[in-house]
């Protein structure tokens, strides 16, 4: 079984940066590809970023690109997400999720789910 806490979220104002932390217990972490989605109220989740489980290769939607970096320490068992350039329409909840295959952008492809940390960019 794997757990999954986020934390690092808050408020910024725009143009603002936060670094999300997802920590991961368990003894698969290293072997897990991670993902990061948001959901806005009233809005489906999105995917936001997705990372390999050795961190050889990123992905992420273009609304972020440039501006957000996914990353991991698979020696803390932890995954990152730096957002940078915040805008106030990155406003949501952001969850961490973890899979044991290849991840990817879809929800349903990921196995655990963090509880989710807010961030809310001021305009």
């Known amino acids: 079984q794997v757990q999954l806490v986020e934390s690092g979220g808050g408020l910024v104002q725009a143009g603002g940066s936060l670094r999300l932390s997802c920590a991961s217990s368990?003894?698969?972490?290293?072997?897990?590809?991670m993902g990061w989605f948001r959901q806005a109220p009233g809005k489906e989740r999105e995917f936001v970023a997705a990372?390999?489980?050795?961190?050889?290769?990123?992905h992420y939607v273009d609304s972020v690109k440039g501006r957000f970096t996914i990353s991991r320490d698979n020696a803390k068992n932890t995954a990152y997400l730096q957002m940078n350039s915040l805008k106030p329409e990155d406003t949501a909840v952001y969850y961490c999720a973890a899979d044991r295959g290849p991840g990817g952008t879809r929800p349903d492809a990921y196995e655990y789910w963090g509880q989710g940390t807010q961030v809310t960019v001021s305009s």
């Open positions: 990372i390999t489980w050795n961190g050889a290769s990123t």
């Open positions: 368990g003894r698969t972490f290293s072997s897990n590809a």
